[in-house]
Antibody
């Protein structure tokens, strides 16, 4: 059974870069879309972007200028970098998988989430 | 971009009740709609995909319907484990989530 686990710093200073990694265990990275999704405290869910196993990416237009998602197939990991962070980027960050249905399907596997706070 | 709305924002119900949650897209998304359940401190859990397909392992009391811009999640007989927040999500163009519907105990 596939499991996802987020890892990375829980505290980032304003204007710096938030970096998180998602490790995929129990399955292959191939033929899926791998996304980052975030949820500010007490608020709803926001999709950040995805990377396809081929390496192609797609980002939320509202965050596109600050986001990079990359893939390391040798380690079965994918990563998020969000630069120039502010307090508004404080959130629980989830990684999630979507099946390939000639395009991404719904998110069927999620990590447990990791809280990232932006504060000096 | 496609906006998603949900109604109601909060729903008070009792065990055994039939519960219906509505979701509307700002433009047609065909049937590219999913429903998730989220409990406090936990990741969302996929319930329904492609508007009406039940995810493996999800109880059959959950069902989804709709196409185009209007969708519905129905819980046929509410169980104690179902008190949670429910989100709809479109994946026709990028991904957008609705604001959520909290189902609490009446």
């Amino acid at each position: 059974q596939v499991q996802l686990q987020e890892s990375g710093p829980g505290l980032v200073k304003p204007s710096e870069t938030l970096s998180l990694t998602c490790t995929v265990s129990g399955g292959s990275i191939s033929r899926y879309y791998w996304s980052w999704i975030r949820q500010p405290p007490g608020k709803g869910l926001e999709w950040i972007g995805y990377i396809y196993y081929s390496g192609s990416t797609n980002y939320n237009p509202s965050l596109k200028s600050r986001v990079t998602i990359s893939l390391d197939t040798s380690k079965n990991q994918f990563s998020l970098k969000l630069n120039s962070v502010t307090a508004a980027d404080t959130a629980v960050y989830y990684c999630a998988r979507a099946q390939d249905s000639s395009g991404p399907d719904a998110f069927d596997v999620w990590g447990q989430g990791t809280m990232v706070s932006v504060s000096s | 971009d496609i906006q998603m709305t949900q109604s109601p924002s909060t729903l008070s119900a009792s065990v055994g009740d039939r519960v219906t949650i509505s979701c509307r897209a700002s433009q047609s998304i065909s049937r590219w709609l999913a429903w998730y359940q989220q409990k406090p401190g936990k990741a969302p859990k996929l319930l329904i995909y492609k508007a009406s397909s039940l995810e493996s392992g999800v109880p059959s009391r959950f069902s989804g319907s709709g196409s185009g811009t209007d969708f519905t999640l129905t819980i046929s007989s509410l169980q104690p484990d179902d008190f949670a927040t429910y989100y709809c999500q479109q994946y026709n163009s990028y991904f957008t989530f609705g604001p959520g519907t909290k189902v609490d105990i009446k």
